[in-house]
């Protein structure tokens, strides 16, 4: 029989990309990972990972039988969670978010207690727009910003999308300044993915981006000092004082949330999802 050390070991190697990270999330050496993973390998028959890029990725047979390696270890952290009671004998959930920084600082975070107040819920928010987070099970929930899940491959097996809203951006500069005067500032494009990259660059036009940051927060400050025009997520930039809109609309995207088939019908999972549906249909 195979011990669930070993079953534990491959979902870390899985979800972390290298023995060393999983290690550390292990709390053993990677020698013990290399170890436990090649004896699995013995026992199932068959190689489990390969190395792209300095990373690990599950063959095709390791991804058939991560799905029940996963189903397995989510009922075990269901189970973990029945006994994660307070002194009153209240169960206390786990909550794992990922969003782009700008909506886990604008949206989420400030909205906390919403979501809070009744559930027991012990709340992870991961600022970040990559999508391992959530194909790799370590997040719960994902807000994502995109043109459509066909185009990203989010709608597998595992993970169902749900267009929740739109993100609209608009140009702004600081009250008084002639925008037409003032040079650009964009995110730089590594960071940028898919939040208007192409439309930022656009408008730049052959004089690019004079001002460069790696999150939209750190625009704001920039255009709202005066040097620059930038184009920024309406919800964020139409709250602050520091900033004018020029003109009407110049993109808007899809948002989308993406979650676990298997996580459905699991109540606080629903009733966060539900939280974040709100909140996105409040933008203005």
Not at 18 to 45: C, F, M, N, P
Not at 92 to 121: C, G, H, Q, Y
Request: aromatic share 8%.
């Amino acid at each position: 029989m195979i011990a669930w050390d070993q079953w534990h070991t491959l979902l870390a190697v899985f979800r972390h990309g290298t023995y060393a990270t999983a290690a550390k999330a292990l709390r053993i050496d990677s020698t013990t990972v290399g170890r436990r993973l090649k004896q699995l390998e013995r026992e199932v028959g068959y190689e489990l990972f390969v190395r792209e890029n300095e990373r690990l990725h599950p063959t095709s047979r390791c991804e058939e039988l991560l799905t029940h390696i996963e189903t397995a270890a989510e009922a075990l952290r269901g189970a973990e969670q029945q006994s994660a009671v307070d002194e009153l004998g209240a169960v206390w959930r786990e909550l794992r978010i990922t969003a782009p920084p700008f909506v886990v600082t604008n949206l989420l975070a400030p909205s906390m207690d919403r979501l809070t107040k009744n559930l027991r819920i012990k709340v992870e928010l991961i600022a970040t727009a990559s999508k391992a987070f959530l194909a790799r099970r370590e997040a719960d929930i994902a807000i994502r910003i995109d043109d459509g899940p066909g185009v990203t491959k989010f709608d597998t097996a595992r993970i169902e999308a749900e267009q929740i809203g739109s993100l609209e951006y608009g140009i702004y500069c600081a009250p008084g300044r002639d925008p037409e005067s003032l040079p650009w500032a964009g995110l730089i494009e590594r960071y940028s993915r898919s939040s208007g990259s192409e439309t930022m660059l656009e408008l730049a036009g052959p004089s690019g981006l004079r001002y460069q940051a790696h999150q939209f927060e750190t625009i704001q400050k920039i255009a709202a000092s005066g040097v620059a025009r930038a184009l920024l997520p309406r919800f964020i930039a139409d709250a602050d004082p520091g900033l004018t809109p020029i003109g009407d609309t110049i993109l808007e995207q899809p948002l989308w949330m993406l979650f676990h088939r298997q996580d459905r019908d699991i109540l606080h999972l629903k009733s966060a999802r539900a939280w974040i549906k709100d909140l996105t249909g409040e933008w203005p």
